[in-house]
């Protein structure tokens, strides 16, 4: 498994998620792991400023507190995977297709 820095781990909220500020914004529910390939949690919200975002994640331990300081990683493959396109965006949908209305 090849994984990409997504940014470090900077709090645990009062609810158990951790707070990670973000150098990258990878989709919503991507798995988040250690750099020992250890399984953190998954990518719950992204707040914040565009250009400061933070993340929270929804921890998979009871107590996350072992991974603050410490940076986060995504695997790499399933961004790839995710970022991949249907292939059906851009293509109109509906009745009125260009074209004049009949009324």
Do not use: C, T, W
């Amino acid at each position: 498994m090849s994984l990409k820095k997504i940014g470090d781990a900077i709090h645990v909220a009062n609810d158990g998620k951790i707070v990670a500020r973000l150098v990258m914004v990878p989709p919503l529910g991507i798995q988040v792991f250690d750099y020992g390939m250890k399984r953190v949690g998954s990518l719950y919200d992204v707040i914040g400023p565009v250009k400061s975002p933070y993340g929270l994640i929804k921890a998979n331990q009871e107590d996350p507190s072992f991974i603050i300081g410490k940076p986060i990683y995504v695997d790499a493959r399933s961004l790839e995977k995710q970022s991949r396109k249907s292939g059906k965006e851009g293509k109109r949908r509906g009745r009125h297709y260009g074209g004049s209305r009949r009324i």
